[in-house]
């Protein structure tokens, strides 16, 4: 039996993207399934760094209740971060580049050396060298933002852009920091790290057994997007955004208009 196009698949993500134009759903028809998705989701990669894109971090996605209940997936998955993705604190992003952006608050890990897969949580502090806020922008390349789970892992779990605040010690209490999402000075959505995964701390866990589970492994001076705090919001042109979180501080962006 002749396996799903790998590459063919990946080209009309790739391509999607770049042009900011929404694709139909891809996993039906090609007979995709999660294993064959994280295939596309290394060739999406691949793309990438042959024109010149490094690769600095992975992400989590699906991590909390509110956005596996928005989505209609319930699996924790993970995708790949490039320095291209990266905006800087309070930089600007052109709506215009994306199909239907999103925006989520999030908690960022700067892994200090290399975690071997498996290494339990207790190994935290070990691992990893300072914590940060953070804001990911997601961008689904399907029309209407609808997936299956096959089909969100190919597309690289939505990764669009990422923003990281000022880094700093881990501190206490990080199980259950309380998180807001303003759009234009206003509170958008209220939330905790406790909605990832019960502690951020376990979606680095996750992130490690799930990589490996692909030949990955999480490299020092990396960034670890922990996964989302609350639901995602549309990012509108003009719109200015902000992540707080309890004893980490800041992180914004600004949408072009």
């Known amino acids: 039996m002749i396996g799903p196009d790998i590459a063919g698949i990946a080209e009309k993500l790739g391509a999607a993207a770049d042009t900011a134009t929404a694709i139909p759903q891809l996993a039906a028809e090609t007979g995709l399934d999660v294993d064959a998705a994280y295939e596309v989701q290394a060739a999406l990669l691949k793309r990438r760094l042959d024109r010149g894109e490094r690769l600095v971090g992975l992400k989590m996605g699906l991590t909390s209740k509110a956005k596996m209940a928005q989505v209609g997936v319930d699996e924790v998955i993970w995708g790949r971060l490039t320095d291209v993705m990266r905006v800087a604190d309070g930089g600007t992003v052109d709506v215009a580049d994306f199909i239907h952006p999103r925006v989520e608050p999030e908690v960022a890990f700067l892994l200090d050396r290399l975690p071997e897969p498996g290494e339990p949580v207790g190994a935290f502090g070990e691992a990893v060298r300072a914590v940060a806020p953070a804001i990911e922008l997601i961008d689904s390349r399907y029309a209407n933002f609808s997936f ?73 001076g990396w960034v670890f997007l922990a996964g989302a705090a609350t639901a995602a919001v549309p990012l509108r042109p003009g719109a200015h955004v902000r992540a707080v979180v309890e004893k980490l501080g800041t992180a914004s962006l600004r949408a072009g208009s």
């Open 148 to 220: 299956s789970l096959p089909d969100v892992v190919a597309d690289n779990t939505s990764a669009a852009a990422f923003v990281v605040g000022p880094w700093s010690p881990v501190p206490d209490g990080l199980d259950n920091l309380g998180v807001l999402l303003e759009i234009d000075g206003r509170v958008a959505q209220v939330g905790s790290t406790a909605a990832i995964l019960g502690d951020p701390r376990r979606a680095l866990d996750e992130g490690i057994r799930l990589a490996a589970r692909h030949g990955v492994r999480l490299r020092e």
